[in-house]
């Protein structure tokens, strides 16, 4: 993995919530203490959708049993706690966010060091929120999931066949 410090945004622009309900002020709130259900539970609807990494991506599930798109609540919180056990957070920070009043975004870089192999690594994220009212329905966490899966990579390579006109190359 490289050592090689991530670009940073220079220039922050990260938005004041238009209220404490608008989607901006619900989804911080839920970041402050995503793994606390009931605490959770209360700025999230019935039909709470939340989309982790990807929508459905079986073998990205076997490593990471959070992958994919869940209904209830209790996937993003289980989510937030299954990253706990797998992950250190050595840095968690908001760089930028914007907000409408059907939704939210922010973006920002995590750094996580793997509990097994004590890999450590640095990814940009993305979170897209949609609700009103002071209720989030839709939640969706993006992140560099090459880099977080290789901080278990214990050995092996893989043989990438990307570009047309390249050759195979080993990572």
Known sequence: MSTTAPALATNLSIAVPA????????LQSILSNPTDLDFVKQFTTDDFTYVSLNY???????IMPWAG???GTKGLVQTFIDVGRYWRTD???????????????IFGTFTYTSHVLRKTVTSPFAVL???GNGK???VQFMEDTFATVRS????????????????????
């Open 19 to 26: 209220s404490p309900a608008s989607p901006l002020a619900v």
């Open 56 to 62: 459905d991506h079986p073998e990205l599930k076997q």
């Open 69 to 71: 798109t869940s209904q």
């Open 91 to 105: 840095n968690f920070e908001v760089q930028d966010s914007f907000e409408n009043k059907d939704g939210a975004a």
């Open 129 to 131: 929120a949609r609700g």
């Open 136 to 138: 989030l329905s839709y």
């Open 152 to 171: 278990f990579r214990g050995g092996g390579e893989y043989l990438i066949k990307a570009d047309p006109d390249g050759l195979e190359i080993s990572v």
